[in-house]
């Protein structure tokens, strides 16, 4: 073990899917949009389409990691232009497109909105593609704050969360009072079969162990239950384009990283069912910013990439319809959807 700017890393050099020593992908890397400490390394292995943080901070120091990470940070209440427009079109998604009665009132430019495809694929994420039919006991693992688990109360769910950063916890029970466990999901302890749709938004690249994550997600999820992983996409198309800048990188904060096929890997070796694997563009504004000022060499502290300017509003909104619409082709989204369940007992 060596110690790496205060935080104390150990060698990572095999793939976790079949064990094969990785190749060097990029190597002196900073996390500059969190200021978390130490130089880092990203490995690959080109069998699994995996990639892994190496050196990698032990255990008992990740919290370091996380001093300004954005799930401290509570919602935005300002006003902002459009909202109310937003807001009704995506009740009017809500409601066609997954079945939820929500309390708007529809104008015809909410409902012309409404069948835009892109817009709809952010809506569904919001929700993450779970439908007003699935609507039982909801566990989101990585619940940061708690406002995903605050709107899918309001849509009729019965929620819990699991989150280990004491300051996001702060935050998620101040919205909803109880049923947020401090700590990991296998620490939580959970029955078996407790859950009828577990969420995991951006956690799996973080854990040190993905696919023990699965497992106990299997666990406790309810026979004929829902898993639904979202996390960013090795393959995507700004990823291609911007190389080490890619914002989704994120080290040293995401300890693998995942290509549509080494997530499969993962899940079928926990013993899931998958029953979509697909990549979605809702994401690629922010990734588009955040990867033009990271190739700049500058980035706000806590990952806000800050005013944006007209030509990079205007570069980021073509960006994503060019990106949707390859995606009904190719798996080139920035973040890869799994929706899994139990499968058979073996």
């Known amino acids: 073990m060596t110690v790496n700017e205060g935080i104390r890393v150990h060698e990572v050099k095999v793939c976790l899917l079949c064990g094969n020593e990785g190749e060097l992908l990029y190597q002196d890397l900073r996390d500059r949009r969190f200021g978390a400490p130490g130089i880092w390394s990203l ?48 009740a009017r998604i809500l409601q066609k497109s997954f079945g939820y009665s929500v309390n708007a009132l529809y104008g015809p430019l909410a ?4 069948w835009i495809g892109p817009l709809k694929e952010i809506v569904g994420g919001s929700v993450m593609w779970l439908k007003a039919s699935d609507r039982k006991r909801l566990l989101d693992v990585g619940c940061g704050n708690g406002q995903f688990l605050v709107q899918m ?31 990991t999901l296998e620490e939580a302890k959970f029955p078996d079969d407790s ?56 080290v040293p904060l995401h300890f693998f990283l995942f290509s549509p096929k080494a997530l499969k890997k993962c899940s079928e070796q926990a013993g899931l069912h998958i029953q979509e694997l697909r990549t979605v563009s809702k994401a690629v504004r922010y990734i588009w910013y955040a990867s033009r000022l990271l190739r700049k060499d500058r ?13 990079f509003t205007f570069e980021g909104i073509m960006f994503w319809v060019i990106e949707y619409m390859l995606c009904q082709l190719y798996p080139w989204g920035e973040e ?11």
């Not at 008992?60 to 401290?72: G, M, N, Q, R, W």
């Not at 409902?111 to 409404?114: A, G, T, V």
């Open 43 to 90: 490995v690959y292995c080109p069998e699994d389409e995996l990639v892994w943080l190496n050196p990698r901070s032990i255990d008992s120091d990740i919290k370091k990691l996380y001093t300004e990470y954005y799930t401290h940070q509570p919602k935005d209440s300002s006003k902002k232009r459009l909202a109310s427009l937003r807001e009704a079109i995506k």
């Open 111 to 114: 409902r012309i909105f409404s």
């Open 153 to 183: 109360q309001q849509l009729g769910w019965e929620v819990a969360g699991v989150e280990p950063d004491p300051e996001a916890v702060c935050l998620a029970k101040k919205h909803l009072g109880s049923g947020i466990f401090q700590g």
């Open 195 to 250: 859950f009828d749709a577990i969420t995991m938004n951006h956690v799996i690249e973080h854990v040190p162990n993905p696919i023990e994550l699965l497992v106990e997600c299997r666990r406790v999820l309810k026979p004929g239950g829902k898993l639904v992983v979202v996390t960013p996409n090795i393959r995507s198309l700004i990823r291609c384009l911007f190389g080490k800048y890619w914002s989704g990188w994120e």
């Open 299 to 311: 980035i706000n502290p806590g990952g806000n990439p800050g005013q944006i300017s007209p030509q």
């Open 336 to 346: 890869i959807v799994l929706i899994a369940d139990k499968g058979s007992e073996t």
